[in-house]
T-cell receptor, first 111, second 106 residues
């Protein structure tokens, strides 16, 4: 497979708790992305990274932070989870010109 | 404002039918992508095309750059084709359509 894995695959958490999702790639790709997918919306970009310690915000970044201390790992953190952050989260690697490879997704439920 | 619009949103077909899914976009692009997502599954890339037509098995994708329109066709549809099909175009970021949910009934 493409060498991109997400963990955990499923998580249920309580409102107000911090949550960290992990994306790990073995492709040595420079660009990594976090998206959320919700009914009625296309995939929406949360944050992306263009290198170690280089990150930028996407269109729905409020309430989320990211870190990339190594090429292979891109972490998404919800500092204080809210019910509106219940979603399916996808990590991707790639570039606009060539397309993306997606992870299998993390289904997060905030109760 | 949606940079990418797909139609229809939902589609139900009988096995064997010819299926067409449409995608219109408003941004200038170098290429357009078609993606497939099975229920509860990940997202896989089907096609990347910048002109004309591409074919892979029973799937055919076409694009008209001047009209900013692309279509995905499935010939001799099968229940295993049931999935969400997503159109995406690159711009400052990747812009995704909301997807077309296809159900093929045996």
């Amino acid at each position: 497979d493409a060498g991109i894995t997400q963990s955990p695959r499923h998580k249920v958490t309580e409102t107000g708790t911090p949550v960290t999702l992990r994306c790990h790639q073995t492709e040595n790709h420079r660009y990594m992305y976090w998206y959320r997918q919700d009914p009625g919306h296309g995939l929406r970009l949360i944050h992306y990274s263009y290198g170690v310690k280089d990150t930028d915000k996407g269109e729905v970044s409020d309430g989320y932070s990211v870190s990339r201390s190594k090429t292979e790992d891109f972490l998404l953190t919800l500092e204080s989870a809210t019910s509106s952050q219940t979603s399916v989260y996808f990590c991707a690697i790639g570039h606009n010109n060539y397309g993306y490879t997606f992870g299998s997704g993390t289904r997060l439920t905030v109760v | 404002k949606n940079e990418v619009e797909q139609s229809p949103q939902n589609l139900t077909a009988q096995e064997g039918e010819f299926i067409t899914i449409n995608c219109s976009y408003s941004v200038g692009i170098s290429a357009l992508h078609w993606l497939q997502q099975h229920p509860g599954g990940g997202i896989v890339s089907l096609f990347m095309l910048s002109s004309g037509k591409k074919k892979h098995g029973r799937l055919i994708a076409t694009i008209n750059i001047q009209e900013k329109h692309s279509s995905l066709h499935i010939t001799a549809s099968h229940p295993r084709d049931s999935a969400v099909y997503i159109c995406a175009v690159p711009g400052n970021q990747f812009y995704f359509g909301t997807g077309t949910s296809l159900t093929v009934i045996p």
